[in-house]
Every structure is written in C-alpha cells, then in structure tokens.
Nanobody, 125 residues
Framework: QPQLTESGGESVQSGGSLRLSCAAS????????MGWFRQSPGKEREAVAV???????SYTESVKARFTITRDNAKNALSLQMNDLKPEDSAMYFC???????????????????WGQGTQVTVSS
C-alpha cells in the first residue's frame, strides 16, 4: 500500500525559511514523478513543485527562485526547501505521487493519485 507522510510545517514570519519532508513507502519511489502541492481555505489545490525520476524539477511561477524541490531515491524521501516565505505561501502542503510512471512529470493536480495527509505552513507578516 503506497503511503506518504509529510512533516516540517510550522508557523514562521515573513522572510523566513522552512524545509518540508515527505517519507514514501509501499511503492517503487525511484520511478515516479513526485510533487508538492498546497491548498488554502476556500481555494483549489495547486501545484507548487514537481520532480521527475531523474531529479529534474519544475516550479509554479510564484515560487521560482524561492523554493527548491529535491529527492533522495536511496531514502525514498522528498523535500521542499522554502526560502523568503510570504504570507501568501500560507497553506496546507501535500506531498503526492503521480498516478502512473508512464505520464510525463507535470504541474497538474489531476495527474497525482497518492497523497499524504498534509502539513500546515503559516507565514505571518
């Protein structure tokens, strides 16, 4: 049974940094595109960053140059380093795995089928 568990979310001040982690189990992590997504109350879930099995990342425009997604296939681990955080980054952050290894890695929520429970990030001004 595939499972994803996020950690690292907390409350920080604007301009601060956080590192989110996601531990994966129950599937062949190294073959899947993985991603970080976020959702604020009243808003749709949106893609933040994704990374393919070779480690090539893609970012949504609003986090480019501030966030870095990485993966460690030996440890079945996904991370998101978030710098220069802004109040608009406040959200529940989710780690997710693509439905299939046959899809190309992309910033499309609908292509992801295994989700963690989320970790809350709150940025105060």
């Amino acid at each position: 049974q595939p499972q994803l568990t996020e950690s690292g979310g907390e409350s920080v001040q604007s301009g601060g940094s956080l590192r989110l982690s996601c531990a994966a189990s129950g599937f062949a992590f190294e073959y899947y595109c993985m991603g970080w997504f976020r959702q604020s109350p009243g808003k749709e879930r949106e893609a933040v960053a994704v990374i393919d099995d070779d480690g090539a990342p893609s970012y949504t425009e609003s986090v480019k140059a501030r966030f870095t997604i990485t993966r460690d296939n030996a440890k079945n681990a996904l991370s998101l380093q978030m710098n220069d955080l802004k109040p608009e980054d406040s959200a529940m952050y989710f780690c997710a795995r693509m439905h299939s290894t046959t899809y190309s890695c992309q910033l499309d929520v609908t292509k992801y089928g295994v989700w963690g429970q989320g970790t809350q990030v709150t940025v105060s001004s």
